[in-house]
């Protein structure tokens, strides 16, 4: 039996869909995730660039916009197990280069830009709150790496009841394999996965009704 069969046999790859308010979430696309010498490679380049037309489209939409850093203390007093595992993380404290939103997705005032420490943009970070403020049911979910922060951002998206929507395009890793696998189990059991032209078309959709 096909790995899609089993998943389907047993009732995986429902479609959570849309909600009435989504925001849009890019988690940690950094100048150093950007640079395959550092923490990047693979395609996090090109789901970069995908990303910026889906981010203009969410701005037209008026979507709330939520960005993450990967940023720790210049004493080293917020290291933890993540930093033990990939030593070189602990370089990305507040003014580095390398921990600096990339400037193709340079925030515009009033996008949040969110601060964390480990994988998840939810966890210890005030992210959840924020967003059950903007009022948003919908999480669509861009960035890297999709085998890990990306997943663990998604994992509790869902755990916290947001419908999630993954731009499956708008997503990278410094190695395929980890990609498409976690892809393909994002999609069976926490989210949608739709390309950043999908979602941009839903967006363009809503823009009369926000108007």
Request: hydrophobic share 45%; glycine share 10%.
């Amino acid at each position: 039996m096909a790995d899609l069969d089993i998943y389907k046999s047993q009732g995986f790859g429902n479609l959570s869909g849309f909600g009435r308010a989504p925001a849009l979430l890019i988690v940690d696309f950094t100048n150093g995730f950007n640079d395959p010498a550092q923490f990047g490679g693979g395609n996090i380049a090109d789901a970069i660039a995908r990303t910026a037309g889906l981010l203009s489209a969410a701005r037209a939409a008026l979507l709330p916009i939520v960005f993450t850093r990967v940023v720790y203390a210049n004493d080293g007093s917020d290291h933890g197990v993540f930093c033990l595992k990939a030593p070189a993380l602990r370089g990305l404290t507040e003014s580095a280069l390398s921990s600096q939103i990339v400037p193709e997705l340079e925030p515009a005032p009033g996008e949040h830009v969110i601060r964390k420490t480990q994988p998840s943009a939810f966890f210890g970070t005030s992210l959840a709150g924020w967003l059950v403020g903007k009022g948003a049911d919908t999480i669509i979910v861009t960035g890297c790496t999709t085998s890990g922060c990306v997943r663990a951002s998604v994992i509790d998206a869902m755990s916290y009841n947001f419908r999630v929507i993954v731009a499956s395009d708008g997503v990278g890793d410094r190695a395929m394999g980890p990609h498409e696998a976690n892809l393909f189990d994002i999609g069976q059991k926490y989210a949608d996965l739709l390309t950043c032209e999908e979602i941009e078309a839903h967006l363009n959709a809503l823009q009369p009704a926000i108007a």
